[in-house]
């Protein structure tokens, strides 16, 4: 899926060349750069670790991206996991007894984290201390190990399945939102000087609304559109070309994919507008529950297209009109 915000293996070694290094090359999320610069700044003068740091918002924002700055801005290293690749508690704590005074832990998915890693998480968040438990039964006894000041800075995309014990122990939560045109804009031209491609301004300004208000989509896009305009043109992204490379990947000028349009149609054709359950949505579309929650739901209830409500997915009247469908005269009714 080419407006899948979940990076994929292609992505990740593209990421890497096209992350921003410092906030000033970061566009969009002004209040988050704005506030992490000042806790940033403190914590150098207090000449301290930053507070524990939760990073929440839909995949592609850049939340690792702003934990990579974070720990260029410290001046300290930065190791990078995630939730369901700590299995067991001795690999956390592998990890931290391996960490340096300052050092930056960064979990993505941290709402995936294994229960008892949780658990064991806790003192190491607060006393800077790994409790392990030795043995079973009455002859079981806890070691204690002394850990160095580091900070966690974890990232998730469902801050609703994070426990309260855990979401309590960080110092500040920051929510990153879906960006303005005009910031992808900007990151579009960025990249393309990066890539050596080409482009004029209202081509960038037509990948740019298809990218579903995130940078790793735009910076998906804006490759494909150039191995279009290698094939079919002289390199040079146009303004027509873009038009003509979308049509031909599917992307129509909201930045919406067939699965996005089977969604909203499965919703008023198969169900008069919903309300429909997920798994009985999923179903129809051929797709897992977590998919449609994960990478389609966000940018359809950005866009106003969907809603949530007890009884389940109702379709709103902006997408009955954007697809062609009378609204139902016993909507307000049905849909509460």
């Known amino acids: 899926m080419l407006t899948d915000p979940i990076a994929s293996e292609e992505d990740l070694g593209a990421d890497v060349s096209l992350r921003p290094q410092g906030f000033k090359e970061y566009q969009g999320q002004d209040k988050t750069k704005e506030s992490l610069a000042v806790l940033i700044e403190a914590a150098q003068k207090r000449k301290e670790p930053i507070e524990h740091v939760l990073l929440c918002g839909a995949a592609g924002l850049g939340k690792t991206t702003l934990a990579n700055i974070i720990a260029k801005e410290m001046g300290v290293g930065m190791k990078i996991t995630s939730g369901p690749a700590i299995e067991r508690v001795g690999d956390l704590g592998s990890i931290l007894t391996n960490l340096a005074n300052g050092d930056i832990l960064f979990i993505d998915e941290v709402h995936r984290l294994n229960k008892l890693v949780e658990e064991v998480l806790y003192p190491a968040m607060e006393d800077f201390r790994l409790d392990i438990v030795i043995g079973k039964g009455p002859s079981a006894r806890t070691l204690q190990i002394d850990l ?189």
């Open 148 to 336: 160095p000041r580091f900070t966690l800075i974890s990232a998730t995309t469902r801050p609703g399945l994070l426990s309260s014990p855990l979401r309590s122990r960080f110092g500040i939560t920051f929510r990153l939102d879906f960006y303005k045109t005009e910031d992808i804009e900007k990151i579009i031209h960025r990249s393309a000087r990066i890539l050596d491609i080409k482009i004029d301004k209202e081509a960038a300004k037509i990948i740019a609304i298809s990218a579903r208000s995130t940078p790793r989509v735009a910076n998906r896009l804006l490759k494909r559109v150039r191995d279009f305009a290698q094939v079919k043109g002289d390199g040079f992204i146009n303004a027509q070309l873009a038009r003509e490379a979308l049509a031909m990947l599917e992307v129509d000028d909201l930045g919406l994919e067939p699965i996005d349009r089977q969604i909203i149609r499965a919703i008023i054709e198969k169900f008069d507008g919903g309300p429909v359950g997920l798994q009985a949505l999923a179903a129809t579309v051929n797709e897992e529950t977590d998919t449609i929650e994960d990478v389609y739901e966000p940018y359809l209830m950005q866009l106003g297209f969907i809603n949530r409500t007890p009884r389940g997915r109702t379709a709103t009247r902006l997408a009955f009109e954007r697809f062609g469908f009378k609204y139902p005269e016993d909507s307000q009714n049905r849909l509460i």
